[in-house]
């Protein structure tokens, strides 16, 4: 148990539509990121929270973008769905005042794009 | 040159033997390199980390190996059980304390009794 929580868990969106994943850190952590992980590969690292503010964004075009809020949970937004968005959305969150890189992923978000 | 190579892409071993997964990557600022376990339906869990200012690094039946003139890694586990089968993704990052990971492929490890 990471203490990171993610919802929902699964869901189903049609191409074009808009999608909201959310994101609870664990406790006393003030970063998040978010991942992309298709069937069968690696996550992917979309972009990072940390004090409210976006700290570095990966190869994903705009209609990506997040929000962290001030007790540091976080939301992933997608614009415009496509079928290549079908992935599993991960969490992670990691607290810079750590001496160690320990970053702790949620269960993640199922989403499928019909 | 952020790229991290991970192999073999899928392993069996026989219960009680050793499971080696091997990671290569280019990027020599890198300076974190931790190894995820995930199991089917589940985020990736922190198995073990390792810095470059040590060459070997144990953790119960895990064990990293790091080699960082060929900027290679590698995961061993001994004693391997049926429990261990997962799909393991080694990653790096660049900047200590700079969580954004960059990960290998991944190797579905298999264990037969």
């Known amino acids: 148990e990471t203490g990171v929580t993610q919802s929902p868990t699964h869901l189903i969106k049609t191409r074009g539509q808009q999608v909201t994943l959310r994101c609870s850190s664990q406790?006393?952590?003030?970063?998040v990121s978010w991942y992309q992980q298709a069937l069968g590969q690696g996550p992917q690292f979309i972009f990072q929270?940390?004090?409210?503010?976006?700290?570095g964004r990966g190869n994903f075009p705009p209609r990506f973008s997040g929000l962290q809020f001030p007790n540091y949970s976080s939301e992933l937004n997608v614009n415009a769905l496509e079928l290549d968005d079908s992935a599993l959305y991960l969490c992670?969150?990691?607290?810079?005042?750590?001496?160690?890189?320990?970053?702790?992923f949620g269960e993640g978000s199922w989403l499928t794009v019909v | 040159q952020q790229q991290v190579k991970q192999s073999p892409q899928s392993l069996i071993v026989q219960k009680g033997g050793i499971s080696i997964i091997n990671c290569a990557y280019e990027?020599?600022?890198?300076?974190?390199f931790p190894w995820y376990q995930q199991f089917p339906g589940k985020g990736p869990a922190l198995l073990i980390a390792i810095r470059p200012d040590v060459s070997e690094k144990k953790e119960g039946r895990f064990t990293i190996s790091f080699n960082k003139s060929a900027k290679q890694f590698s995961l061993h586990i001994m004693d391997s059980q049926p429990g261990d089968s997962a799909t393991y993704f080694c990653a790096a990052s660049r900047d200590f304390g700079n969580e954004k990971l960059t990960f290998g492929t991944g190797t579905r490890l298999t264990i037969i009794p």
């Open positions: 929270y940390y004090r409210e503010e976006e700290n």
């Open positions: 992670a969150s990691s607290s810079k005042r750590d001496s160690g890189n320990t970053i702790y």
């Open positions: 990027n020599t600022a890198f300076d974190y």
């Open positions: 406790s006393g952590h003030n970063t």
